[in-house]
C-alpha cells in the first residue's frame, strides 16, 4: 500500500516538475500535453479512492499539513518527543501495529501473485486436457489483463 503511494507521488512529481503524463510515451511526441499539479492531484485522489486507500490518504495529508504548519521550534519539540516515547517504550504498540499492517500488505500481495500464477497453471494444465480429450485445438480464452498487485 506504501509502496502504491510511493508509486503514485514519483509519477506526479514527474507531472507536476517535468509536465509530462506517464502515457505520453506512447503518444505521437506532436501531441504531447504538460500536465498540471492540479491534475495530478486529481489522478491521486481518484487512484486512491479506487483502491480503497482514500481514509489512508486524507489522514496521511492532515498529519502532513498539521507538521508542516509547525514552526521550526515545534517540529524539533515533537521529534524530541517521539523519540523519547519510543525510548521509554509508551508508543512502541503504536509502532508494532504500523509495521504489521505494512508487512501484512507485502504478504497480502505476495500470496495474491503466487495464487494468479498457479490458477495460472491450472489454467494450462486444463486446457492441455481439453485439448487432449476433444483431439484438436482450442481458442485460447486469456485476455491481457493488467495485473493489479
Known amino acids: 500500500m506504501i509502496l502504491n503511494y510511493v508509486r503514485i507521488l514519483n509519477f506526479s512529481f514527474n507531472w507536476i516538475f517535468n509536465g509530462y503524463h506517464p502515457m505520453s510515451a506512447q503518444q505521437n511526441h506532436k501531441n504531447e500535453h504538460r500536465v498540471t499539479w492540479a491534475q495530478a492531484f486529481r489522478d491521486i485522489v481518484i487512484t486512491a479512492m479506487n483502491r480503497g486507500q482514500f481514509p489512508i490518504l486524507v489522514v496521511g495529508a492532515v498529519i502532513f499539513v498539521l507538521i508542516y504548519r509547525l514552526n521550526a521550534n515545534q517540529s524539533f519539540q515533537l521529534l524530541k518527543e517521539f523519540i523519547s516515547k519510543l ?63
Open 87 to 149: 525510548e521509554d517504550f509508551s508508543i512502541l504498540g503504536w509502532v508494532l501495529w504500523v509495521l504489521t499492517i505494512g508487512l501484512w500488505v507485502v504478504y497480502a500481495k505476495k500470496v495474491r501473485k503466487n495464487f494468479s500464477v498457479e490458477m495460472s497453471r491450472v489454467g494450462r494444465e486444463k486446457s492441455k486436457a481439453q485439448e487432449k480429450a476433444s483431439r484438436r485445438k482450442l481458442p485460447s480464452s486469456n485476455k491481457n489483463k493488467p495485473k493489479k498487485y
